[in-house]
């Protein structure tokens, strides 16, 4: 019976080898595998090498061939080469105690081949729990999107649609005619492009209206933004030549106008999204400059960022100006991302004066910079939600998140904390405290929400341990660690992850 499996499986690898390797294979299974043989003699790393079993031998071991079945075999063959290197290694940089014995190390083989097939057999991509609080989490996937937006993508994905049709002339048409219209009505603006996202709105705004000529800006305002966004590197890419004005702490509006010569094609401004300086500072109001350049027919741009469409001070933020009122300063043009406080895709909004948005939309870039019908479906879904402000609050996540009051933040903190008092008491300290949470995205830097957290401390275990656990579970829960406790703050966890994080936390047990 034995023997048959054994050529069974062995006849896929190859029929020359197998008479070799069905003796090597019992060889290994009757001698080693079964018994606790000590191999103190072999300590060289070299030997230790030898030991080692080969990439058929794994293949037939039963814990393998239990995968075959189920997985393709690529993968599995991969997760064996994977876990051998990864031994090899180990015996090489001599952290593999010696007294191991061949069996413990099969079986460690056999644990590692499984993780690493389950592991490549999921898509790499997934669904993740947000308790860390920061609402435009870059690294999370930033805007998360609703379920009735979804549904609407579903539709448009699902089969054809009308990205590049008109229907009333049954001719080629405009994949942006679909945003163009909402956009000037929401912002007020003359004209409106969007395009894959705001570092890219920047590229086509430079490189259209100052290729080759100057562009002035205030030395304190050319920011990295995370990702490496950074301004300098995406005007010399534009082909537009930096000139800075003015210091880190201030800038004048005499140093912009000392600056304006021939050679100038625009002055660009930009919010200065993920930090702040404070103290002795000046910059130019926006008013003043939007003058300046009109007054020498020079176009100014804002980099705006964030972009919200609504005013955010009733929910304590401050500071972050509107599109529109940003407009109404008397500034050209506006760049902003789609997925920030706007709380849509991933895309990178212009709006502005038609003159000169005209040539930008005739930019040969744009066809290496436009957005997809997934893209266009979900904005034109998230823009048609701000035409009613009060229906935006309640189903945009973004600003659902942002506005959501106090009292049902701790309603929330209190379900999870109540579930996870019945259900793993006895393996944490749990909480409940006030804390902070944070807009992230870049957007509004130094301000804070206050928000209510449960707090876990593990009581046989790291709270690195226990963090790093969190991350491995299905799906993963990414939350914060702060003085020696586990923090989770529910800001960001939708109603239906409560349930999920009181289940992972009790199988992680
Ligand atoms: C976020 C940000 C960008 C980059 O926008 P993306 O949509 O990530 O390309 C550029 N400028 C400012 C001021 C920003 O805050």
Known sequence: MKRIEISGAESRIGQKNQ?????QTLWYTEKNFGTNQNPMEITSPKARLRA???????LLQARVQELLPKFPRSIVLNAIREALDALREKIMAGDYPPSTSKKMTVSALLDRITDHV???ARPHLQKVINATGIIIHTNLGRAPLSSPLLEHLCAIAGGYCNLEYDLEKGERGSRHVHMETILKDLTGAESALVVNNNAAAVLVTLNTLAASREVIVSRGELIEIGGAFRLPDVMKHSGCILREVGTTNRTRLSDYREAISPETALLLTSHTSNYRILGFTEQVPLKE???LGRQHHIAVVKDLGSGSFVDLSPFGLKDEPTVSATLRSGVDLVTFSGDKLLGGPQAGVIVGKKKYLDPIKQNALLRAVRIDKFTVAALEYTLREYQDIDKALRSVPVLQMLACPLDEIKRKAARLYRRLKKSVADAFEIGLANDISYPGGGALPLQ???TRVVTLVPKSFSVTEFDNRLRQCRPPIIARVSQEKLIIDVRT????EIPMISQALETLL
């Open 19 to 23: 008479a070799i390797a069905f003796c």
């Open 493 to 496: 966890v939708f109603a239906n």
């Open 52 to 58: 080692l079993p080969s990439v058929s031998e794994l």
């Open 448 to 450: 804070s929400l206050p």
């Open 289 to 291: 400059l939007a003058t």
């Open 118 to 120: 389950n592991k490549s």
